[in-house]
């Protein structure tokens, strides 16, 4: 790619190409666009930021409050890489950066940071607004094809090949989930082709298959769990407690509590084959009380009265220990009780890529410099999650996507100015 560059170098215009139009290649724009330099954002679908609406159906999750140190944990192995990202423009800025647009925010009594409507939409268009008062120009229905051999990027639109000549470039083309949306990780293919190391590409923060019967299956399919608690062995082999809820599906489980301990699961089953996950079904009783209670007569009530009488356990939450505890344990007061605290689920597979709500793996951080360049590539820099790192949903996902993406609009602002002083 360095001949590439230098034959390409004369002609280019002295501008920043941003390749996706995602949160990690807005915010691209936005910060190479503040240090004066012209920026053309390239979007494949026909209009920009289409995850980042669908991600805020819910209550768009900007950002957590947790301390600086926390927060990094969750990146894992991948926090001394992100933390430079983070310190530079982390949960505080990202609040500042929101009230800049007009959008005021609040921290739930989760910790998370929401703006104040909940809605992703409105913050969306007046960002737009901004980026385009900036002279960032937008086009849409353009997807990257890779490059041509004279290094300039080429686009299928609805009239044609196209190919753009540009001073740098920022990739931010996002990872395999949702590809529905526009993220369908075609770029990888066309990395491999130059000889860039990827981590193969793997579902985050998603859902799991369990064996269930068919009544479980048809009866509570869709049904929420809730007040409970997963019990999780973390890396010094401490059991962790993870407060929160879930959904039943007909193929297993999803949601909150699930994805916060979705990258462990995962990789248990790639290691085992399957895995055990450990539900606790009344996080605010203790395993003696439970005991004590269960131990009470029955009288002529049923197993279902008795178990919603004696330790608050109906509907769904019955059924999972039906799916689970045999008949004999049903009557030993004792087992029952520690099933309660600690029913194992197996759990055979992740769910497919295409329906994860985020992405592990990608472009590998020996493959970049510290500015987010592409060593192979002079001139073109990544960002968002089409590199390898991840992290759970709760704002830690958007966080580190807004900062990595500032951060490689920053370093191709400046490349671009060394290149052309």
Not at 34 to 62: H, T
Not at 298 to 319: D, E, F, N, P
Not at 390 to 400: C, F, H, K, R, S
């Amino acid at each position: 790619m360095r001949s590439l560059w230098s034959r390409r170098r004369e002609g280019s215009s002295v501008r920043i190409a941003v390749v996706g139009g995602g949160p990690a290649g807005l915010m691209a724009a936005e910060a190479a666009s503040q240090a004066g330099v012209q920026v053309d954002l390239y979007e494949a679908m026909p209009s920009v930021g289409r995850k980042f609406l669908v991600a805020g159906k819910g209550g768009l999750n900007l950002t957590h409050s947790e301390p600086l140190e926390s927060f990094l944990v969750r990146y894992g192995s991948r926090g001394p890489q992100i933390e430079t990202w983070i310190k530079a423009f982390g949960p505080d800025a990202i609040r500042g950066w929101a009230e800049g647009l007009g959008v005021p925010t609040f921290i739930g009594s989760s910790g998370r940071v929401f703006p104040k409507d909940m809605k992703a939409a409105p913050l969306l268009r007046r960002w737009l607004t901004r980026l385009k008062k900036q002279g960032v120009r937008f086009h849409v229905r353009h997807r990257w094809a890779g490059w041509d051999g004279y290094g300039a990027l080429r686009f299928s639109t609805p009239q044609g090949e196209r190919t753009v000549q540009a001073g740098a470039v920022v990739l931010a083309l996002g990872g395999g989930s949702w590809p529905h949306l526009g993220s369908d990780a075609a770029w990888v293919s066309l990395f491999h082709e130059k000889g860039v190391e990827i981590t193969p590409l793997r579902s985050a923060n998603c859902g799991f298959d369990i064996a269930w019967s068919v009544h479980m299956r048809d009866r509570f399919s869709g049904h929420p769990v809730k007040s409970v608690a997963v019990l999780e062995p973390d890396r010094a082999g401490d059991v962790q407690r993870r407060r929160g809820e879930f959904v039943i599906t007909r193929t297993g489980v999803e949601g909150g509590v699930i994805y916060a301990v979705a990258a462990s699961l995962r990789d248990r089953i790639e290691k085992d084959g399957k895995t055990i996950l450990y539900i606790d079904l009344a996080p605010d009783r203790d395993l003696a009380r439970l005991v004590q209670d269960l131990s009470r007569p029955k009288g002529k009530r049923s197993i279902a009265g008795h178990l919603q009488r004696c330790a608050g356990i109906t509907g769904v939450k019955s059924a999972l220990l039906h799916e689970v505890v045999s008949k004999q344990d049903f009557s030993d007061p004792r087992k029952l009780a520690a099933a309660i605290k600690s029913l194992p689920l197996t759990l055979t597979a992740p769910r497919p890529l295409a329906e994860a709500i985020s992405t592990a793996g990608g472009v590998s951080f020996d493959e970049l410099d510290e500015r987010l360049m592409v060593r192979k590539f002079p001139g073109v820099f990544c960002a968002g999650e089409m590199l390898d790192w991840e992290a759970p949903t709760g704002g830690y996902l958007l966080t580190a996507c807004f900062a990595g993406g500032r951060a490689a609009g920053i370093g191709a602002a400046n490349f671009l100015r060394q290149r052309t002083t």
